[in-house]
Every structure is written in C-alpha cells, then in structure tokens.
C-alpha cells in the first residue's frame, strides 16, 4: 500500500500550466487576451463613471448595468492578470490557499453575473408590461436589497466549494491543466473520493443558472405577449429595442458557459482540453470585454452621454486653441 507524506495530502503551492498543447503559442495567445482585457477593464469603468456622474442614467436599469460591469470587473481581475502572468513570464505557481480564494472569487461573480442578468430581465418585463408603476416599483431600496440577496446567494452557494477541495487529500501531483484555478480541475488533483464535489457542483450550476434562465425565459414570454398585444408597430419597434442590448448579454454569457458546461460532461474524450480551456476563458472574459460595447452602441441615453463628454471636450480645446 502505498502513502502519501504531508507535503503531498496538502500541497503548499499548485502549478497553473496554461493551455495545455498550446505551450508554444502562449506568447500569441497572450495578444487577444490582454487586449479583451484592457477593453474590458476601459470599457466597464467607462460605464461606471456615466452612470454616477450623468443624472439621465439614474434609474433602474443603468444601476442593474453598474451591477453588471462591477461583477465583470471582478471577474476580470480575478482571473486575467495570473493567465497573462503565465503566458508572458511562466509565473505558474499559486499558493493553495491564494488558488481556492481565485476559486472562490469567479465561481462566486459568474453566479452573481447571472443573478444581475436574471434582475435585469425582470427590469424590462416592468418597464414594458407595468410602465406607469416602473418607479414604483423598482425603487432605489428594491433594487440594493436584490443585487445584495444575489450577491449573498453567490456567497453562500460557492462558500462549500472551498471547504470541499480544501478537505481533500492531494497524492496526483500538483498540476493544473489550466489558466485559473476551476472548482473541478483543483478537485481533480485529489487521490479522494471527489464525488460530493461534483455533485454539488452540478446542484450549484443548476440552482444558479436553471433558476435565472426560467426568470430570463418568462420575463420575456410575458414581454413578448405584451409588445405583440401593442397596436402601433413604432411602439412595438420601441419595446424591443430596449430588449436588445439586454438580450446580446446573455447570449454573450449564457453561449460559451453552455458549450463549457456541456463539453466538460459530454464531449471531454472528443474535444480537445486545449479547446475546453480557451473556451473557459472565453465565458469569463467575452461578457466583460462586449457588454459595454453592446449598452454603449443600443443605449441612445448611454450614446448621448458619450457623444455630449466627447464634445466638451473637443469644445474646450478648440476654445483653448
């Protein structure tokens, strides 16, 4: 029978090894991702600072958008500086404790992210379906006590992931085929029996995403129901005009997440991991990277800001001159 000391049952430092097959490429690889990045980052603090500084964005839905970009912004930061790290300087070491709190921070923000988008449906199916009661009753209360409760059932829900892996023993090395440290690619390391962990993994992603996704698909049923019911065809090009921004952000999420969720359970002896790798960092940085992009170019009040600050500015050097 064979033993295994303690250094090997609680490995103090873990190796992130990138995109496993792709060794010789990560220097390219690194190009598109530091530049989604740097958009994302620019792009989302952009969003941040119209909606506190512009009066015209203080309402419902622009502060359901706040939500959204700081929860990218989190995502972003939690994940990309380490990969980039990797890529450029082959910094693959992460102490256990630092991956599991990594671990923590994305399981617990992709859950959030999905929560924001869940709200956000349900903002469009008030302001559609009950436009004289919008204020009413999407005050500024309601609004902090749900993006709070998604924030905490994200908390809760994520928190047993680490005292799950952190419990397990580690005996296959200490090799992560990975750029960021995922709930199931560190469980994967343990000689124990990882079976709760991935159980409770799939209960989580379907608590927190089967959840959203009826709230998303019968928000806009009613939504449909109601702009069909509209008599004015402007009317019904107005309403779902105000849907379609909303609308690319969950295709920008829910698309990869989906193909990563279903890859990973039916397609790991058919697919490449290297794909299953690229395809994870796509679900964690695309959202991020778009979704300012998107509100910026379908949101009139967001593209009158822009284009009002662009022109101070450009006043203000002409008169300068």
Known sequence: MTTCNATELSPSTLILNGIPGLEDMHLWISFPFFSMYVMAMAGNCGLLYLIHHEDSLHRPMYYFLAMLS????????????????IFWFHLKEIGLDECLTQMFFIHTFTGMESGVLMLMALDRYVAICYPLRY?????????????????????????????LTKRL????????????????????????????????????ALLIGGFDILCITVSYTMILRAVVSLSSADARQKAFGTCTAHICAIVFS???????????????????????????????????????????????????????IFSGIKDVKSYNM
């Open 169 to 204: 023993p580690y005996c296959r090395g200490n090799i992560i085929p990975h750029t960021y440290c995922d709930h199931m690619s560190v469980a994967k390391l343990s000689c124990g029996d990882i079976r709760v962990n991935a159980i409770y993994g799939l209960l989580v």
């Open 254 to 308: 829910y698309s990869p997440a989906f193909f990563s969720f279903f890859s990973h359970r039916f397609g790991h002896h058919t697919i490449p991991l290297s794909c299953h790798i690229i395809v994870a960092n796509i679900y964690l940085l695309l959202p991020p990277t778009m979704n300012p992009i998107v509100y910026g170019v379908k949101t009139k009040q967001i593209r009158d800001c822009v284009v009002r």
């Open 70 to 85: 700081i929860t990218d912004l989190v995502i972003c930061s939690s994940t990309i500086p380490k990969a980039l790290c």
């Open 135 to 163: 204020s009413n009753i999407l005050t500024t209360p309601v609004i902090l006590r749900s993006g709070l409760a998604t924030f905490l059932r994200g908390v809760l829900l994520v928190i047993p992931f680490t005292f």
